[in-house]
Antibody
Framework: EVQLVESGGGLVQPGGSLRLSCEAS????????MNWVRQAAGKGLEWVSYISSGGSTMYYADSVKGRFTISRDNAKKSLYLQMNSLRAEDTAVYYC??????????????????WGQGTLVTVST | DIQMTQSPSSLSASVGDRVTITCRAS??????LNWFQQKPGKAPKLLIYAASNLQSGVPSRFSGSGSGTDFTLTISSLQPEDFATYSC??????????FGPGTKVEMK
């Protein structure tokens, strides 16, 4: 069974740092691209960051670029999100999500087929 | 950036009703469109990928259609466990994905 378990959330002051972790099991972690997605209370989902299966390619939403860093350790089957210079607007539940691409001919279609339970990050004084 | 909108933002329906939710992209996303279901306090669950493909394990009462800028999620006969929030996601600009704001399906 595919499982993703996030940890590391908590209360942090504005300007502070936090490191989120996502531990994977039940699948070959090193074969999958991974993402972080967040959701503020009562709001919609917001894609935050992407990392390729080997960890060499990363992308970020403009709202977190320069402040957040995504990484992974395939030997430990773990995904990370280092969050620096945190702001009140970063307050949200953070989910890690596996991207199981669907291939049809020469095209591939991303699909977030497995998600963790989420970890809450609260940025406040 | 591609913006996603959904309509309605919420709806009230009864068990057995046919429910239709619309998602619109600010520019064409071809068929790079996914649908998710989310219940309070839970992670999103993938229902439909590539606009019309049913994810494994998802009941056949769920279906998706559309291409370009206009998409539809249909629940053919609403069940008690289907009361939830439904969100679309464009994956055309991979990996910079964008989600819609969600449609809450409530009990009438």
């Amino acid at each position: 069974e595919v499982q993703l378990v996030e940890s590391g959330g908590g209360l942090v002051q504005p300007g502070g740092s936090l490191r989120l972790s996502c531990e994977a099991s039940g699948f070959t972690f090193s074969s999958y691209e991974m993402n972080w997605v967040r959701q503020a209370a009562g709001k919609g989902l917001e894609w935050v960051s992407y990392i390729s299966s080997g960890g060499s390619t990363m992308y970020y939403a403009d709202s977190v670029k320069g402040r957040f860093t995504i990484s992974r350790d395939n030997a430990k089957k773990s995904l990370y999100l280092q969050m620096n210079s945190l702001r009140a607007e970063d307050t949200a539940v953070y989910y890690c999500a596996r991207d199981d691409n669907f291939y049809e001919g020469s095209a591939f279609y991303p699909r977030f087929d497995s998600w963790g339970q989420g970890t809450l990050v609260t940025v406040s004084t | 950036d591609i913006q996603m909108t959904q309509s309605p933002s919420s709806l009230s329906a009864s068990v057995g009703d046919r429910v239709t939710i619309t998602c619109r992209a600010s520019q064409s996303v071809s068929n790079y469109l996914n649908w998710f279901q989310q219940k309070p306090g839970k992670a999103p669950k993938l229902l439909i990928y590539a606009a019309s493909n049913l994810q494994s394990g998802v009941p056949s009462r769920f279906s998706g259609s559309g291409s370009g800028t206009d998409f539809t999620l249909t629940i053919s006969s609403l069940q008690p466990e289907d009361f939830a929030t439904y969100s679309c996601q464009q994956t055309f600009t991979t990996p910079r994905f964008t989600f819609g704001p969600g449609t809450k399906v409530e009990m009438k």
